[in-house]
């Protein structure tokens, strides 16, 4: 290809992009201009090209570049500042000298990215991630956030609570189960929190709190003169209360059969009617039970409806007890005496010995039964820090316990190594420290034995030595 060639693949080049381009000669005189520039100029290459650079653009600073030899990228500036343009004559620029194959300077360019196209275009899409950004943030406040209350972070939790943000997307009953104190209540507030209805109430009731034969009244309401004692004007009840946002039923096992038979023909017809009552009222609840029975050896048993069951546990959530996500206790314990620390305006912390003997604890009550001991030791405390004499006696007896085994399998295991050394020795010894006949007396292969030796930092020299054999 010819230089030619180039010169009419540079010219459709420059014409071909939305950047402005110039190019000056050693004279500093131009030599090519494209449209898009000549556009922005109100000039034409016809009558730019030829002339001065700084004539056709005043504040041009390729004579000078030309002079210094530097290059200039990325440089925001106002072109053609004092020949009337506007305040939108802001544009990046990339400029710099061209050097000869001798070394010499032969001429400038420079690339204009004009502000009405890039600057514009990058502004729009700032304002698009903007939106985004804005979007994830309010998704991030109305799901994810709302479970930062449930603290956690090992790898069972996390999956937990992935679990539950799931869940908020939906109206679909939710089933919490898992043993007592496990903040199934926390997480039933997540979820709600979380969800479309957090505008709504949530309603919560402890089916285990409450007799039987008020369990109804509690859930569906009365009306006036209903029964004796009933209050003047009646009373809304729980389920009514909730309309339009959720009903947690805590311990929901505990639920009376005849209780069972009613609540599952409101969540089948999504209506209610009060005790004394003559007609229907509509409902709309979301529905997030919770107990820490065994559901489905009840309904064998024939104490839960296995109707109830299935409308109840469209997502069920398993909640961990404490004992499986034991990292999460040094975060939970923090919280739990940060919160008495602000109440009390103190800064109690908690002793080293008193982590590792909560890490090796069982909580058999879960996170009810640490929140319980964090206030019992800082109440019982006389120092600024908590110590193992402020734990109930029990935990601490645990722990006692759990570090005198640890000491015992040590000095067993350091017992059962001296037992076999001695009898790699007495063999050895009895056959004159002839290792193969030694090893298949142990029963074990010649290699094992020298792993062994080795092991045990048996000295071969020396034993034969002290055994009068050199």
């Known amino acids: 290809m010819e230089d030619k060639d180039y010169k009419y693949i540079f010219k459709e080049f420059i014409n071909l992009t939305d ?3 110039v190019v000056v000669d050693k004279n500093n005189r131009i030599t090519d201009i494209n449209d898009k520039y000549c556009e922005f100029l109100k000039t034409s290459s016809s009558e730019a090209v030829g002339k001065p650079v700084t004539e056709v653009i005043q504040t041009s600073k390729l004579p000078e570049l030309m002079q210094t030899g530097v290059k200039e990228t990325g440089m925001v500036i106002k072109i053609g500042e004092d020949t009337g343009f506007t305040e939108d004559a802001l544009v990046l620029v990339n400029r710099a000298g061209i050097r000869g194959a001798d070394g ?15 600057m514009d275009s990058a502004q729009k899409l700032m304002e698009k991630y903007n939106e985004l950004e804005y979007y994830k943030d309010q998704y991030l406040k109305n799901t994810g956030s709302y479970f930062e209350e449930a603290l956690g972070s090992s790898d069972v939790f996390k999956e937990v609570k992935k679990q539950g943000i ?7 009953p939710v089933l919490l189960t898992g043993e007592t104190g496990t903040g199934k209540e926390v997480f039933a507030n997540a979820i709600h929190n979380a969800s479309d209805r957090r505008d709504k109430p949530m309603i919560s009731i402890n089916c285990a709190a409450i007799p039987g034969e008020l369990l109804e009244s509690e859930l569906f309401g009365y009306e006036e003169g209903s029964f004796t004692g009933a ?26 059969l005849s209780m069972q038979a009613k609540l599952l023909r409101v969540l089948q017809e999504k209506e209610i009617e009060k005790i004394g009552g003559y007609k229907t009222i509509p409902v709309d609840i979301r529905i997030i039970a919770a107990t820490r029975k065994n559901l489905e050896e009840m309904i064998e048993q024939g104490l839960f409806r296995e109707d109830l069951y299935y409308r109840l546990n469209v997502i069920n959530i398993e909640m961990p ?3 499986k996500r034991k990292s999460d206790i040094p975060i939970l314990a923090k919280h739990f005496l940060d919160r008495l620390n602000r109440e009390y305006k103190s800064s109690i912390i908690l002793s080293k010995e008193v982590l590792e003997c ?31 004499i402020d734990l109930p006696s029990k935990m601490v ?7 005198e085994s640890r000491d015992e399998t040590k000095r067993l295991a350091g017992l059962m190594e001296e037992y076999e050394k001695n009898i790699i020795t007495e063999e050895l010894r009895k056959y004159s420290w002839n290792c193969k006949k030694a090893a298949d007396e142990l029963g074990i292969h010649k290699s094992l034995l ?3 030796i080795a092991k045990y930092g048996i000295d071969l020299n020396r034993e034969r030595y002290s055994d009068g054999k050199f």
């Open 450 to 452: 020298y792993k062994k």
């Open 321 to 323: 007890p404490l004992r």
């Open 166 to 172: 799931k869940a908020a997307r939906t109206s679909f």
């Open 19 to 21: 950047d402005g381009f």
């Open 104 to 118: 010499e300077m032969i001429g400038a360019i420079a690339q204009v990215r004009f502000r009405l196209q890039t």
């Open 231 to 256: 209050k003047k004007g009646g009373k809304k009840g729980k389920i009514e209360l909730a309309n339009e946002g959720t009903l947690f039923l805590d311990e929901i096992g505990d639920m009376p």
């Open 358 to 388: 909560f890490e090796g604890y069982m909580w058999p009550g879960n996170i009810r039964e640490l929140d319980n001991v964090i206030k019992s030791a800082y109440a019982s405390c006389d120092s600024f820090r908590i110590k193992l």
């Open 397 to 403: 007896a645990s722990h006692r316990v759990s570090e």
